[in-house]
């Protein structure tokens, strides 16, 4: 079976931002290292790794946008209201155990790791409830 286009499309464009991340996350990185910025520079150079997370959001929604078919792009929008639900739930969860001194402070930039993570989790369980579906049907 042979992809549909707006996938293909997809993945391009999810990989150019992917790519554009780890040039972003690196060159930033060496920044800091080799030749501090400062002043407004260091504020600009420290949330460029930002901007391709925030691309890749984009990125999604241009899919959901071009998908054709209708039953699939119900199934994303129901995985991704599931994810961001749980994605919310779990720094919610997380704010509060800071809050009360339970666990130390994490970096807020893992919470779209946590969600791309959960997107992973969310798309081996379709796959699994599909080859159910097909075994038992």
Request: proline share 4%; net charge positive; hydrophobic share 55%.
């Amino acid at each position: 079976m042979s992809m549909p286009p707006e996938i293909k499309r997809y993945t391009v464009r999810l990989m150019s931002v992917m790519l554009l991340y780890g040039i972003t996350l690196v060159g930033v990185n060496l920044w800091f290292r080799y030749a501090t910025p400062t002043g407004i520079l260091a504020y600009v150079a420290a949330v460029l790794p930002a901007v391709p997370i925030a691309l890749v959001f984009v990125v999604i929604g241009r899919l959901l946008i071009e998908m054709r078919d209708e039953y699939i792009r119900a199934q994303m929008v129901h995985d991704l209201l599931i994810v961001t639900g749980a994605t919310l739930s779990i720094t919610t969860g997380w704010g509060f155990l800071e809050g009360f001194g339970l666990v130390g402070p994490t970096a807020h930039y893992y919470v779209a790791t946590l969600w791309f993570g959960l997107q992973g989790v969310a798309a081996c369980v379709r796959g699994i409830l599909r080859a159910r579906e097909r075994a038992i049907g």
